[in-house]
Structure formats: C-alpha cells, structure tokens
C-alpha cells in the first residue's frame, strides 16, 4: 500500500492542495481556509471541490485517475471477486463513479459491479472489508456450505 499512499493519503492531498493554494487558483478553498495555508483539511478540499473549485477537483480528480490504474493492475494480476474502497474521497459518488469509469476504460470492461465503497463511514477502515466479506458470506448466503460439499465424506 505504499505507492497509494504516496498520492491517496490525507496528508499528502494536503500538501498537493497546498502547492496550488492562493485566492486566484483556489478561490473556494482559500476562502473556507480564511486565507489561512495551515487550515485546509482533506475535509475542506472536499467541501472546496463541492462548490465547485476547479482546480481542487482537478487535483482530486488527478488522484482518482491513479488510484484507478492501480485498481485495473491489482485486478488485472490478482482476479478478485470484489474491490473495496474507503476514504473520505469516496463519499462523493462522483469520485466513486469516476473511479469505476476509468477503470472500466482501463481494463475495457464495465467494472460497476467489480466496485463499491466500504459501507463502513468510520475511521475503522481495517475492519471495512471484513464486514462487507461476513455480510456476504453469513447474511447473503446463511454462512452454509453448498451440496456438494455437505456431500463430500471427508466432511463427514
């Protein structure tokens, strides 16, 4: 996970967002911010790019694109059944789709059902994917095992 945190941590977002800071080029996060550098939050990106600062959004929009050609390659090498993202960029449904899209572009083929956010809102991000997988498994599917294997004398 270390390359994704290269670009996908909070704190590196911050410092990008930094870099592009002033009244001219980020009109919407300088004026949350009260013209103050040490304020912006990936909270205040966030809501900066909701009222519509181009050049917050370019920047996070930047970030989906890599963290979508990671996602094609982790998919393309490990062939899983589901991926599962968290963070607080993904509360927008617009990133989340975008996400989908480019690598549904990537792998040419619709990834919509391959991806979903993390139901999970907290900051318990290390136990997200282990309850979306005991969801699936104990709620969707009575936590049974199929025929074949209630068959099998081994497991007898």
Do not use: W
């Given at each position: 996970?270390?390359?994704?945190?290269?670009?996908?941590?909070?704190?590196?977002?911050?410092?990008?967002?930094?870099?592009?800071?002033?009244?001219?080029?980020?009109?919407?996060?300088?004026?949350?911010t009260d013209g103050y550098i040490e304020r912006i939050t990936i909270d205040k990106i966030m809501e900066a790019s909701h009222y519509?600062?181009?050049?917050?959004?370019?920047?996070?929009?930047?970030?989906?694109?890599?963290?979508?050609?990671?996602?094609?390659?982790?998919?393309?090498v490990n062939n899983p059944q589901r991926v599962i993202l968290y963070g607080t960029y993904l509360q927008t449904e617009l990133h989340?789709?975008?996400?989908?899209?480019?690598?549904?572009?990537?792998?040419?083929?619709?990834?919509?059902?391959?991806?979903?956010?993390?139901?999970?809102?907290?900051?318990?991000?290390?136990?997200?994917?282990?309850?979306?997988?005991?969801?699936?498994?104990?709620?969707?599917?009575?936590?049974?095992?199929?025929?074949?294997?209630?068959?099998?004398?081994?497991?007898?």
């Amino acid at each position: 996970t270390g390359c994704i945190n290269t670009f996908a941590q909070g704190s590196n977002i911050v410092a990008a967002a930094s870099l592009i800071y002033s009244r001219e080029k980020t009109p919407a996060l300088y004026e949350i911010t009260d013209g103050y550098i040490e304020r912006i939050t990936i909270d205040k990106i966030m809501e900066a790019s909701h009222y519509g600062d181009d050049a917050v959004s370019q920047l996070l929009l930047e970030v989906c694109r890599k963290i979508s050609l990671l996602i094609a390659n982790i998919i393309v090498v490990n062939n899983p059944q589901r991926v599962i993202l968290y963070g607080t960029y993904l509360q927008t449904e617009l990133h989340l789709h975008y996400i989908v899209s480019m690598v549904s572009n990537y792998l040419q083929t619709d990834a919509t059902d391959l991806i979903m956010a993390s139901s999970i809102r907290e900051n318990t991000r290390f136990v997200a994917g282990a309850n979306i997988a005991i969801r699936k498994l104990f709620y969707d599917f009575g936590g049974a095992l199929s025929r074949e294997e209630t068959e099998d004398p081994e497991l007898s």
